[in-house]
């Protein structure tokens, strides 16, 4: 079992920046994949970012890219999401998420296996 838990969010006016954190309770391995989730009210989850553990590779939803960075912290099990030039749009709760195996699209939540609670992120027009 991996228990993920997230931190950094709160209420933000358009243009800030928050950055959000996802500590394991455990060693991640490098078969892992570690992604950033959210889910708007009345919407479903949407893939936001993700981190290949072994390589540090990542990918971006379109709509983020160039605002968001998600990076890793090998030595303490941590990721983090760098979210700048928020927008209103960006509203949500966000959850870390871990898939343990290697295989399969990282913009898919059906494959990840464990889940934080999520922080909520607000931002104000």
């Known amino acids: 079992q991996v228990q993920l838990v997230e931190s950094g969010g709160g209420l933000v006016q358009a243009g800030d920046s928050l950055r959000l954190s996802c500590a394991a309770s455990?060693?991640?391995?490098?078969?892992?994949?570690m992604a950033w989730f959210r889910q708007a009210p009345g919407k479903e989850r949407e893939f936001v970012a993700a981190?290949?553990?072994?390589?540090?590779?990542?990918v971006y939803k379109d709509s983020v890219k160039g605002r968001f960075t998600m990076s890793r912290d090998n030595t303490k099990n941590t990721v983090t999401l760098q979210m700048n030039s928020l927008k209103p749009e960006d509203t949500a709760v966000y959850h870390c998420?871990?898939?343990?195996?290697?295989?399969?699209?990282?913009?898919?939540?059906?494959?990840?296996?464990?889940w934080g609670q999520g922080t909520q992120v607000t931002v104000s027009s």
């Open positions: 981190i290949i553990w072994s390589g540090g590779e990542t």
């Open positions: 455990t060693r991640i391995s490098n078969s892992y994949t």
């Open positions: 998420a871990a898939k343990t195996r290697a295989s399969g699209y990282a913009n898919n939540p059906r494959l990840y296996d464990y």
